[in-house]
C-alpha cells in the first residue's frame, strides 16, 4: 500500500527536501500551500507533476494554519498516513514585530492540526511529527543541550513553539495519538530563506564578490549556533515517525561555531580574507586579502561587513549546542555533511545566481536584485 503524507510548510526550505525525500521512498505526498500573488512554489516545481498526469504523486493544496476549517477539510480528503507540522512564522526577529500572528501559526495552528486528527477519528491512523526547535532552550539551563533539558524561550516564536510542543506530548498522552516533537537545531542549505543569518552572509558576499552589492548589514556576529544541513534532517524527521512507539528527540551536530566564523568562512570561499576589528556596534570587517578572480569588485582596504543594531534583538540566544546521542543510539542517526561543506555548497550556489545577475546587468538585460534583508 502507498503511504500517504501531508505536509504543512511544504514550500519551506525543509518542505522541500522532505517531499523529496518521500517521492524518492514512494509516498503519494500531499502539501499545504499559502495563496500568494505572486508564485511560491520555487522550491517544489522540480519535483512537481501536473495533477492531470496518471503517475503524478505530489498534489498541492490551498490553506492556512489560522483557517481551522480548511485544515479539517483537507486532512478530511487526504486520509494522511502521516502529518508533518513544517509550516510556521519561523523567523525569531520578526516573531517580535508580530507576536500575535506568530502565536496563531506556530502555537494555536498545531493544536487545529491535532484537534482535527482527534475529531475525524484519525488518531489510531495518524502519526504527527512537530517541529520543535532549539529556541526552547533560549536562556540555556545546561550545555550541551539534551531532551531533558529544561526550557527557557526568549522570543514570541520561542514560547508558541513551547505551546506546539507541549500540546503535542498532551495529545500523546490524552489520546494516544503517535505524536512526536524533533527538537531541531538550526540546519540550513542553498534553500534557506535568505534572511536567516547563513544565507544574508553567503548571498551578501556573492553578491558583492560580483559588484552588486557593497556592504552586508550584520547583528550580533558573537551569537553561536550548532548548525547542520537540512538534507540530514529531514531523514530525521521521517525516521522519528517510523518507530514502534513516539517519542522526542534532540536532533543537531553536537557541534557550535560564532556568525563570525560562519562569515570568515563564505568570504575564504570567494577569495576573500577578513580582518575583524572592533567590538560590538563599533565593529568592522576590513578585507585585508583579495584573489582577483573570484571577488573581482573587493579591494584590499573595503569594508565589507558592517554591524548595524537594527539587526539585534530585544532577547538574544547567544549559544546554542545539541547533543544528538539519544538520536544516534535509538535511531542510528548521524548527520553526513559538515558545516563546512554546508557553508561551501551555500556559497556556490549563491555565485552562481550572483554571475548570472551580474551578466545580465552587463548585457542590459538587469533583474532586480532584492536588498530586503
Ligand atoms: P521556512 O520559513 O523555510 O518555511 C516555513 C513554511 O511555512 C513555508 O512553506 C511557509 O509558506 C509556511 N507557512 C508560513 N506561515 C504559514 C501559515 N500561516 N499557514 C501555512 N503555512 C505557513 O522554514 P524551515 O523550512 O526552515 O523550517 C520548517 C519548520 O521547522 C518551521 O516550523 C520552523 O519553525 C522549524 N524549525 C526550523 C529550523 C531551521 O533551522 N530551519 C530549526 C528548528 C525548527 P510560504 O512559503 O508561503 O512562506
Ligand atoms: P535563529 O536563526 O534565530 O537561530 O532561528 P537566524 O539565522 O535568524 O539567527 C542566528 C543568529 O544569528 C544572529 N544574527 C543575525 N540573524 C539574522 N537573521 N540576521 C542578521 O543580520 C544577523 N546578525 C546576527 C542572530 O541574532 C542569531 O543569534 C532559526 C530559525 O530557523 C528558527 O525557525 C529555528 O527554530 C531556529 O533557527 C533553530
Not at 132 to 160: D, K, M, N
Request: net charge negative; with cysteine.
Amino acid at each position: 500500500m502507498t503511504k500517504r503524507a501531508l505536509i504543512t510548510g511544504i514550500t519551506g526550505q525543509d518542505g522541500s527536501y522532505l517531499a523529496e525525500f518521500l517521492l524518492e521512498k514512494g509516498y503519494e505526498v500531499h502539501g499545504i500551500k499559502r495563496r500568494a500573488s505572486l508564485f511560491n512554489t520555487q522550491r517544489i516545481d522540480h519535483v512537481y507533476q501536473d495533477r492531470h498526469d496518471q503517475n503524478a504523486r505530489l498534489f498541492l493544496h490551498y490553506g492556512d494554519l489560522t483557517d481551522t476549517s480548511n485544515l479539517t477539510r483537507i486532512l478530511c480528503e487526504v486520509q494522511p498516513d502521516e502529518v508533518y507540522n513544517l509550516g510556521a512564522q519561523s523567523h525569531v526577529a520578526v516573531s517580535f514585530e508580530a507576536p500575535e500572528y506568530t502565536a496563531d501559526v506556530d502555537g494555536i495552528g498545531t493544536l487545529r492540526l491535532l484537534e482535527a486528527i482527534r475529531f475525524l477519528g484519525l488518531h489510531k491512523k495518524t502519526r504527527f511529527y512537530q517541529a520543535s526547535t532549539s529556541e526552547l532552550y533560549g536562556l540555556v539551563q545546561e550545555i550541551p543541550q539534551r531532551e531533558t533539558t529544561p526550557f527557557h524561550p526568549r522570543s514570541p516564536y520561542a514560547v508558541a513553539k513551547l505551546y506546539a510542543y507541549w500540546i503535542t506530548v498532551n495529545y500523546r498522552e490524552a489520546y494516544g495519538i503517535y505524536a512526536c516533537n524533533g527538537i531541531l537545531f538550526n540546519h540550513e542549505s542553498p534553500r534557506r530563506g535568505e534572511t536567516f543569518v547563513t544565507r544574508k552572509i553567503t548571498r551578501g558576499l556573492a553578491n558583492i564578490a560580483q559588484g552588486l552589492e557593497s556592504c552586508l548589514y550584520m547583528g550580533n556576529i558573537d551569537s553561536m549556533r550548532d548548525w547542520g544541513h537540512a538534507k540530514d534532517y529531514v531523514r530525521m524527521q521521517w525516521m522519528m515517525l517510523q518507530q514502534e512507539a513516539p517519542e522526542d528527540f534532540v536532533i543537531a551536530t553536537g557541534v557550535q561555531y560564532s556568525v563570525r566564523e560562519f562569515i570568515a568562512w563564505s568570504a575564504a570561499e570567494l577569495g576573500i580574507t577578513l580582518r575583524f576589528e572592533g567590538v560590538g556596534a563599533e565593529e568592522r570587517g576590513i578585507v585585508e586579502a583579495v584573489s582577483g578572480d573570484m571577488a573581482p569588485n573587493v579591494a584590499p582596504g573595503d569594508v565589507i561587513v558592517r554591524i548595524d543594531p537594527r539587526y539585534f534583538r530585544p532577547a538574544e540566544v547567544d549559544t546554542l549546542l545539541g547533543d544528538p546521542a539519544r538520536a544516534k543510539q535509538k535511531l542510528g542517526w548521524v548527520p553526513e555533511i559538515t558545516v563546512q561543506e554546508m557553508c561551501a555548497e551555500m556559497v556556490a550556489e549563491d555565485l552562481k545566481s550572483a554571475r548570472r545577475h551580474r551578466l545580465l546587468r552587463e548585457n542590459g538585460l538587469e533583474l532586480p536584485v532584492s536588498l530586503e534583508n
